[in-house]
T-cell receptor, first 115, second 115 residues
């Protein structure tokens, strides 16, 4: 059973398009995250939701909008895609301390290529 | 804001030898968590080892161990008996004990295992 899954794993699209990435976790965690890994492999937090409530919103363009329909799902919608949006996007989840040290479990990543 | 620094962009080691990856961090907090994640070419982020700052004892997971020096704000990873499957990018990460649970990552170290 996949703990954190993302769809799609690869996404190639043209500038100006709108696209979505979906994430689902079956670990029973209550916190989910979106990270962006750039071409130099640097990972940085974008958003975090706890029980469907947005708790972290880093300096991200308004074209990026996360949505959490329930605790197990966190989607990322991107409007008007730009070349600079090309990256790997990771979804992650974590639980309360009862789940361990609150370590985060990552999905397989979505490689987004904007042409 | 917390920062994490990995000063070794690349490292290489002979198979079966031992290698140490360096990580330093900056924080004003006294309680926090530290992690090492591994990212093989498959790009999956895999948790290798974790450390609670309030524990003086260094964490160990099979061939992986850390040298946690809280006063020096240093958290190095030692890999013993290196195996070809250890080849990957390794990321050091910091997580605050309370509040927003985002991971702050270092720049990563690419580890090559020479047969």
């Amino acid at each position: 059973d996949t703990a954190v899954s993302q769809t799609p794993k690869y996404l190639v699209t043209q500038m100006g398009n709108d696209k979505s990435i979906k994430c689902e976790q079956n670990l029973g965690h209550d916190t989910m995250y979106w990270y962006k890994q750039d071409s130099k492999k640097f990972l940085k937090i974008m958003f975090s939701y706890n029980n469907k409530e947005l708790i972290i919103n880093e300096t991200v363009p308004n074209r990026f909008s996360p949505k959490s329909p329930d605790k197990a799902h966190l989607n990322l919608h991107i409007n008007s895609l730009e070349l600079g949006d090309s990256a790997v996007y990771f979804c992650a989840s974590s639980g309360q301390k009862s789940f361990g040290l609150g370590e985060q479990y990552f999905g397989p990543g979505t490689r987004l290529t904007v042409t | 804001a917390q920062t994490v620094t990995q000063s070794q962009p690349e490292m290489s080691v002979q198979e079966a030898e031992t290698v140490t990856l360096s990580c330093t961090y900056d924080t004003s907090e006294s309680d926090y968590y530290l992690f090492w994640y591994k990212q093989p070419p498959s790009r999956q982020m895999i948790l290798v080892i974790r450390q609670e700052a309030y524990k003086q004892q260094n964490a160990t997971e099979n061939r992986f161990s850390v040298n946690f020096q809280k006063a020096a704000k240093s958290f190095s990873l030692k890999i013993s008996d290196s195996q070809l499957g250890d080849a990957a990018m390794y990321f050091c990460a910091y997580r605050t004990f309370q509040g927003a649970q985002k991971l702050v990552f270092g720049q990563g170290t690419r580890l090559t295992i020479n047969p």
